[in-house]
């Protein structure tokens, strides 16, 4: 259960364009930071995805890649133009099939392949039809497939695009746009499939052109993750994306004109909750309604394994990444685009525990943390506070010198800034582990939590001291 959230020109201090995105998945599910150059490419070749294989393009872009370990597409990203894109997974009245592009490549191939928005949008669309999209969307896990929507950012504009099936539908973004599990373009839009009103009317999801609203149209009101209210339409008991997309609307309208990517990682750590039980929450309290998603059990089992923040301006995009769960607790580090990129290749992390690997690494602690959550978080916020404070001033001060293409004297510290942001985090999160993993737990969490996590540390093979 994923939320993407965007703020175009006209709701940003700076007039740059800024997307978020919190990646929702299994807890083992590890989520890596990945670096792909671009290239030529053969005549005739083909490129391997998830599950099949499709045409080649004759040129590929480099691209940034925060990527489930096992698949070949992302779940957030962006590429040397600029061109920015976060995913969710949707359900439909249409039919899931068993095989094809999971939309996590139809969103990497579309990074690899265009320059702007709204060609990026095309692509996928294109590619919907040519190969349609399916197969299993989780790791080591039956049953959790779905249909895909996504917002496309350039530094010029933002689109929103809804599928089902084949069908699909877009939103050009006004302002502030933001979208979660669930359908949320309605009967007002800007491009649409040329046979979806068509389709809705034959199945009879709607009566009319008149009447259509692709949202109450295609959302199913009978499926375990995505049962409607009586009173809300488009409200899900499991998923609660319109819940969700709610809560990141009203947090970003908050700040609606001078919207900074500062404002849009609050959104991305907040936990939908009143302000005066902020002090006193546990991640055992978690709900399905928080944009910062903590895995409690069977009915809530995804946590937010990945988070990203995209700056995206003409000539320059700053895009902030955790490359770790629960961005509540962890940290955010720059990468800049087009480049230097992330010149370091970080050590990849997969479904078992591995000390050294930079998910991993970030898993153990934010796991020991949620163990008495309130207390150990206060031994290293304010640390972490600090740090992201003084990463965002080195951050802000090469954006003001940068009027056009970065000068080389500019991009090696736009390389420094990077290196010196993962080197620093990755010793903070050593040394903060150290200060944490004895502490004796003053606020245990539930029985079913703990259960749920022991199950969880068993399968990846992490130990913890749980003491």
């Known amino acids: ?64 890649l925060l990527k489930p370990f096992w698949m070949f597409g992302c779940e957030m990203g962006a590429n040397e133009h600029g061109v920015t894109i976060g995913n969710e997974a949707v359900w439909s009245k249409e039919p899931i099939r068993d095989t094809g592009l999971l939309g996590m490549d139809l969103m990497r191939l579309a990074l690899e392949r265009t320059k702007t928005a709204k ?27 779905y249909h895909n929507s996504y917002i496309i950012a350039d530094s010029k504009e933002a689109w929103v695009l809804e599928t089902a099936d084949k069908y699909w539908i877009a939103e050009k973004v006004k302002g502030i746009r933001t979208i979660s599990n669930t359908l949320s373009i309605g009967s007002e839009y800007d491009l649409i499939h040329p046979d979806l009103v068509k389709n809705a009317i034959k199945k009879g999801y709607t009566k009319s052109k008149e009447d259509f609203h692709f949202a109450n149209d295609f959302i199913p009101k009978f499926r375990f993750y ?37 404002d849009v990682m609050a959104v991305l750590r907040n936990h939908n909750i009143p302000v ?95 163990l008495d959550y309130q207390k150990r978080l206060s031994t290293f916020r304010k640390e972490r506070d600090e740090f992201e404070e003084n990463i965002s001033k080195q951050v802000q001060s090469i954006l003001k010198k940068v009027t056009g293409k970065p000068t080389e004297a500019n991009l090696k510290k736009m390389e420094k800034i990077t290196s010196d942001a993962f080197s620093k985090s990755i010793k903070n999160v050593k040394k903060w582990t150290k200060q944490i993993e ?19 540390n068993k399968q990846a093979k992490l130990e913890l001291n749980s003491a």
């Open 1 to 64: 259960m994923c939320d993407t959230v965007v703020a175009v020109g006209n709701s940003t201090k700076d007039k740059s364009v800024i997307l978020g995105k919190n990646s929702n998945r299994l807890p083992n599910e590890a989520h890596n930071i990945e670096f792909v150059k671009g290239k030529k490419h053969k005549a005739n070749s083909k490129v391997k995805c998830t599950y099949i294989s499709i045409p080649q393009v004759e040129q590929t872009f480099d691209v940034l």
């Open 276 to 370: 005066e039980k902020e002090k006193t929450w546990s991640v055992d309290q978690a709900k399905a309604s928080s944009p910062c998603h903590h895995a409690t059990g069977i009915t809530l089992p995804d946590q937010s394994i990945g988070s990203l923040v995209s700056h995206v301006k003409k000539d320059i995009q700053v895009h902030w990444v955790t490359g770790s769960a629960a961005p509540c607790i962890s940290t955010f580090k720059p990468i800049f685009f087009p480049k230097p990129g992330l010149k370091k290749k970080l050590k990849t992390s997969d479904a078992i525990f591995y000390a050294n690997t930079f998910w991993w690494m970030n898993e153990k602690f934010q796991r020991l943390v949620s």
């Open 119 to 145: 060609d990026a949008l095309t692509t996928i669309t294109d590619l919907l039809e040519k190969h349609g999209q399916g197969g299993q969307h989780s790791y080591g896990v039956v049953g959790r497939d």
């Open 226 to 262: 995505h049962a409607l209210k009586e009173s809300s339409p488009r409200s899900q008991y499991f998923t609660k994306g319109f819940d969700r997309q709610q809560c990141t609307t009203a947090l970003l309208l908050k700040n609606k004109g001078k919207v900074t990517p500062e």
């Open 438 to 456: 004895h502490l004796p737990i003053e606020a245990k969490t539930g029985l079913f939590y703990r259960s749920y996590w022991n199950k969880q």
